[in-house]
């Protein structure tokens, strides 16, 4: 049984480039989370996505990043033209159900480690 | 809104010492509590979770929690360190945002250093 899958595990861009992560969750999980993690700040939720729709883009910056979580295929994180100050962990977790959110866990995948030249 | 946060970003202990990482919540409604750890270099792996019921609950590894709502405190205990126990430790809440836009947020972590 497959968890979370990010890919890729690390990724090298120089600035002005634009960064694509991607985030297959769990076989069944139709929700997925974007975190953000940054030396000593601990993970900063981004965006949390149904499948084909936007709940909460609260934590996305207001340019350069979007997300879309399409009816086929992963979750992506899409960062366009990336300044060093993106250079960060970028996690993926999703969930079965909001049920399962409410009084359980969000299962992890393993990271997507950007640097920004 | 919820909030956690922990004191501490840096704990070092001995081999077989007590391990106690704190956590303090924020919330207007009763919390849901988590406690993950991570690895280097990886994701984060659920230890244990508060969300009814008994207050003391028993995670993996060894560690337990206790919830404490006088005190607004969820701390992390594990009563013997063991070498493989070094990692970073996230204290995270449950937020509520209306409608089904729930998520976790989380402290900004403590790093355990585990010393022979």
């Known amino acids: 049984n497959a968890g979370v899958m990010q890919n890729p595990r690390h990724l090298v861009r120089r600035r002005g480039q634009e960064a694509r992560l991607r985030c297959s969750p769990m076989?069944?999980?139709?929700?997925v989370y974007w975190y953000r993690q940054l030396p000593e700040e601990g993970l900063k939720f981004m965006v949390y996505?149904?499948?084909?729709?936007?709940?909460?883009e609260s934590g996305m910056p207001k340019e350069r990043f979007s997300a879309e979580f399409p009816k086929e295929g992963p979750s992506i994180l899409r960062i366009q033209q990336v300044v060093r100050g993106d250079s960060a962990a970028y996690f993926c977790?999703?969930?079965?159900?909001?049920?399962?959110?409410?009084?359980?866990?969000?299962?992890f995948g393993e990271g997507s480690r950007l640097t920004v030249l | 809104a919820q909030s956690v946060t922990q004191l501490g970003s840096h704990v070092s202990v001995s081999e077989g010492a007590l391990v106690l990482l704190r956590c303090n919540y924020s919330?207007?409604?009763?919390?849901?509590l988590f406690w993950y750890v991570q690895y280097p270099n990886q994701g984060l792996q659920l230890l244990l979770k508060?969300?009814?019921?008994?207050?003391l609950v028993k995670g993996i590894n060894g560690f337990e929690a206790e919830f404490k709502k006088s005190e607004t405190s969820f701390h992390l205990t594990k009563p013997s360190a063991h070498m493989s126990d070094a990692a970073e430790y996230f204290c995270?809440?449950?937020?509520?945002?209306?409608?089904?836009?729930?998520?976790?947020?989380f402290g900004k972590g403590t790093l355990l250093t585990v010393n022979p």
């Open positions: 995270a809440v449950i937020s509520y945002s209306g409608g089904s836009n729930y998520k976790l947020t």
């Open positions: 508060y969300t009814t019921g008994a207050t």
């Open positions: 076989k069944g999980h139709s929700h």
């Open positions: 996505l149904q499948k084909e729709n936007i709940i909460d």
């Open positions: 919330s207007s409604v009763p919390p849901y």
């Open positions: 977790a999703s969930s079965p159900e909001v049920h399962s959110l409410n009084t359980g866990e969000l299962f």
